[in-house]
């Protein structure tokens, strides 16, 4: 089942991000390392857990995947580009940036229980902490449906400042089928170098261009067919492109109304936390009227006869 952020930092799915910072706050400094000096190892996985609770949780995106399917859904169809999800970051880095660098048990720089004076995360002594993290620069990366359905490779070329000095570089991010708008690719510290930080992570955040024939509901695929009302009225098959190159035929052989929906199953978007599976899509309907008509009386009267006690007067 994977953990259970909720229970480890003891607040509710409805926690404000208000009440998560409380929670993180009481339960890092109950667990840090240097607060618990006869059971450092001990200490320390708690300490570990509550951080990688609270990045979870804190992160509106990995939330939403968390609360669906679980710890092991958000390793496994998550934002697990370059980078890894939240759990992959190391606890003595969110607890320096949640406080900002400094120690919250004095006044003075401090040394935690991975930095200089402490054991490191796995049981040996480490070095010192080292310079303050640069925050994250963040960049929008956009991907039309057909990228993300078949997945894809991008490579954006990126200009940074280092100690050697002005470097270009070109970063391959492989985009995953059925990956969704705000999916965040991290590239641990590829932004400029700054005298006494370390240089920034850069996180690609992903964008999901317009496209001409559907919209997307998380796994579905929102399309609005033009109708006839001839067609809408007596039937047709519909032809509608689909994101793979292929067309999929919608037969139609009752009335359309403008308030009718097909769905056709298995023709939406892939989803990435379970390969091969896919979602629907969902066929709207808009009724095109003839701007003019040439119809008898005698075909009027035909219509008449033929609609007739189909509808109610009134609805």
């Not at 720089?109 to 002594?125: D, I, L, Q, V």
């Not at 590239?187 to 690609?204: L, Q, S």
């Not at 992903?206 to 007596?234: M, Q, W, Y």
């Not at 929906?261 to 095109?288: D, E, W, Y």
Request: hydrophobic share 30%; proline share 7%; with cysteine.
């Amino acid at each position: 089942m994977g953990k259970d952020y909720y229970s480890i930092l003891g607040v509710s799915k409805g926690a404000s991000p208000e009440d998560l910072k409380k929670a993180y706050r009481k339960l890092a400094m109950k667990y840090h390392p240097d607060k618990n000096a006869d059971n450092r190892e001990a200490a320390a996985e708690k300490f570990k857990d509550v951080g990688e609770a609270y990045e979870v949780l804190s992160d509106p995106q990995k939330k939403e995947i968390y609360d669906q399917y679980g710890e092991e859904g958000l390793k496994q169809g998550g934002p697990a580009g370059p980078g890894g999800f939240a759990g992959a970051r190391n606890a003595e880095d969110i607890f320096r940036e949640f406080f900002g660098g400094s120690s919250p048990f004095n006044d003075d720089p401090f040394e935690s229980f991975f930095g200089g004076g402490g054991f490191g995360p796995y049981g040996g002594r480490a070095s010192s902490m080292g310079p303050r993290k640069a925050r994250p620069i963040e960049m929008q990366l956009g991907c039309t449906l057909e990228e993300l359905f078949k997945g894809c490779t991008k490579r954006m070329k990126i200009h940074r400042r280092t100690s050697r000095g002005q470097q270009s570089e070109v970063l391959e991010i492989s985009v995953k089928a059925g990956w969704k708008k705000g999916t965040r690719i991290t590239f641990p510290e590829k932004g400029d170098e700054n005298p006494g930080a370390a240089a920034a992570d850069i996180v690609f955040i992903l964008e999901e261009k317009p496209h001409p024939r559907f919209k997307r509901d998380g796994n579905d695929l929102i399309h609005t067919s033009n109708l006839l009302l001839v067609d809408a009225l007596c039937g047709t098959t519909l032809q509608i492109p689909y994101l793979d190159g292929s067309t999929v035929e919608l037969p139609l052989t009752d009335v359309i109304s403008p308030l009718s929906i097909k769905v056709i199953r298995g023709k939406g978007m892939p989803i990435a936390k379970s390969p091969g599976t896919f979602g629907n899509m969902l066929v709207n309907f808009k009724i095109i009227f003839p701007r003019s008509t040439q119809i008898s009386d005698e075909q009027k009267q035909q219509l008449r006869v033929a609609l007739a006690g189909t509808v109610t007067p009134g609805q």
